[in-house]
T-cell receptor, first 114, second 114 residues
Framework: DGGITQSPKYLFRKEGQNVTLSCEQN?????MYWYRQDPGQGLRLIYY???????QKGDIAEGYSVSREKKESFPLTVTSAQKNPTAFYLC?????????????FGPGTRLTVL | AQKVTQAQTEISVVEKEDVTLDCVYE???????LFWYKQPPSGELVFLIR??????QNEISGRYSWNFQKSTSSFNFTITASQVVDSAVYFC???????????FGKGTKLTVNP
């Protein structure tokens, strides 16, 4: 089945640690996105990539890093510099390099800092 | 600048009632796209509809219908004969042509009680 997978579903981190969230898609989509969702809030864009080996900062990129070495993979690292990382993280992809195209979402990773 | 407002934070209805979720948007562009997504308790965002700014025809899909009115900058979503499975958070989103971002409203939490 085609789709977007995110792992792990739940992640616990100690303060000062870096953690990496996985996002994989087998839809052959060009563009991939990372969003953060806080309780009662909409989604805020962290990073996006429209093509392999290229990515751009979104609205809240501070404390996060990404890579796009393969078309199907777009991992997100939450660094110790991110002051309040506890949140729900959603990965998405879209067929073309165009934000007006429909984005399809993965199941999300819930990160908790202990 | 793009902006989406979902003024209804939470709505509670009894099964079989009709319910309308409001979405008001702001944009300076003449070409833009509007979206609705459903987020059930599992967390994954499910795509419902994409509509471009040149197509003002209302759309119906089963129990779901959408009313797009450019004159009032609104893109409202109606669920007819609501069911318990419709309980979720619903997000409206906007993307302008040439923008690299999809901007989300804060969502409306719908609870359908049996």
């Amino acid at each position: 089945d085609g789709g977007i997978t995110q792992s792990p579903k739940y992640l616990f981190r100690k303060e000062g640690q870096n953690v990496t969230l996985s996002c994989e898609q087998n839809l052959n989509h060009d563009a991939m996105y990372w969003y953060r969702q806080d309780p009662g809030q909409g989604l805020r864009l962290i990073y996006y990539s429209q093509i392999v080996n290229d990515f751009q900062k979104g609205d809240i990129a501070e404390g996060y890093s990404v890579s796009r070495e393969k078309k199907e993979s777009f991992p997100l690292t939450v660094t110790s510099a991110q002051k309040n990382p506890t949140a729900f993280y959603l990965c998405a992809s879209s067929p073309r390099q165009d934000s007006t195209d429909t984005q399809y979402f993965g199941p999300g990773t819930r990160l908790t800092v202990l | 600048a793009q902006k989406v407002t979902q003024a209804q934070t939470e709505i509670s209805v009894v099964e079989k009632e009709d319910v309308t979720l409001d979405c008001v948007y702001e944009t300076r562009d003449t070409t833009y796209y509007l979206f609705w997504y459903k987020q059930p308790p599992s967390g994954e965002l499910v795509f419902l509809i994409r509509r471009n700014s040149f197509d003002e025809q209302n759309e119906i899909s089963g129990r779901y219908s959408w009313n797009f009115q450019k004159s009032t900058s609104s893109f409202n979503f109606t669920i007819t004969a609501s069911q318990v499975v419709d309980s979720a958070v619903y997000f409206c989103a906007l993307s302008e042509r040439g923008s690299e971002k999809l901007v989300f409203g804060k969502g409306t939490k719908l609870t359908v009680n049996p």
